[in-house]
């Protein structure tokens, strides 16, 4: 009988054991943890509880200035100011918005102002875009900061809306950005013709060629490769035939291209 107590001694002695370092671990670890914060819901350490941020080992209250918020994403302040104010130091300032004018949406987190449409900024107002003959309001300012366009047949030129002299074989271009950039004249040669200063050309095709796809160069017909301006025959050496483009050859299999014929692969 004193054998078989002895043996369920031994056996919970170790269990017993065991409990004895958690429960220290518990306290050391409830003393880790500072007033007013908690331990990490994963991972070790612990975190300030909602309303304190950390201040070294310590979790100090986040004092909120009059129209503000607390913020989990300000780790500096704690706090953000409402919509229609914008810190300034410890403080959140009314936003002051102009006349004709309006408070940014949250992108801008209601700090900032923008001008309604027909106005633009210019310090700290917004004044009316005037728009030239020929011309109308865009629906932001990418035109160079404008606020308006030119209609189509038309192109910018300083304050004015100038008319696009379209030459001959040639049309207006299809996309309004393109009349506005200085780097385009508003229009675009017809099919078969290439630019050539403030005229269109007629492209030159050779013999056994044709216009291609876009109608801005010129291919050769298959069986034909291109030679600075024509198009000649592609000579096939033996045991070859024409590849996929037309315009060039391949060996036929087994054979291998070695410099200008086919050759048996060894």
């Known amino acids: 009988m004193h054998h078989r107590r002895f043996q369920r001694l031994c056996a919970a002695l170790p269990l017993l054991l065991l409990a004895i370092p958690d429960g220290s671990r518990s306290q050391e670890i409830s003393k880790q943890v500072p007033v007013n914060a908690q331990a990490k819901p994963y991972g070790t350490g612990w975190e300030c509880k909602r309303g304190f941020r950390q201040d070294g080992v310590a979790c100090t209250a986040i004092k909120l200035p009059e129209n503000a918020y607390l913020s989990e994403t300000s780790y500096v302040s704690g706090w953000e100011c409402r919509s229609g104010y ?3 130091r410890n403080s959140c300032v009314a936003v002051k918005v102009p006349q004709n004018a309006y408070l940014s949406g949250s992108a801008y987190g209601g700090d900032d102002w923008e001008c309604e449409r027909g106005y633009r900024k210019t310090g700290a107002g917004c004044i009316s875009v005037i ?3 020929n011309g109308y309001l865009a629906d932001s300012f990418s035109f160079q900061g404008r606020g308006w366009n030119c209609d189509r047949g038309f192109r910018a030129s300083g304050n004015e809306c100038v008319a696009v002299k379209v030459p001959q074989n040639a049309y207006l271009s299809q996309s309004a950005y393109l009349l506005d950039s200085s780097l385009t004249t508003g229009w675009e040669c017809e ?4 630019r050539s200063g403030d005229t269109c050309l007629p492209i030159e095709i050779p013999r056994n060629g044709y216009l291609d796809t876009f109608g ?4 050769c017909e298959r069986g034909f490769k291109k030679a600075s301006r024509d198009c000649v025959s592609v000579k096939l050496p033996t045991n070859a035939h024409l590849d996929y483009s037309g315009n060039d050859w ?3 299999r087994p054979f291998r291209r070695q410099n200008d014929s086919c050759v048996l692969s060894q």
């Not at 801005?216 to 291919?219: E, H, L, T, V």
């Open 86 to 88: 914008k810190p300034d």
């Open 131 to 133: 728009i030239p003959k």
């Open 191 to 194: 099919r078969g013709f290439d």
């Open 216 to 219: 801005r160069d010129w291919k």
């Open 250 to 252: 391949s060996c036929d």
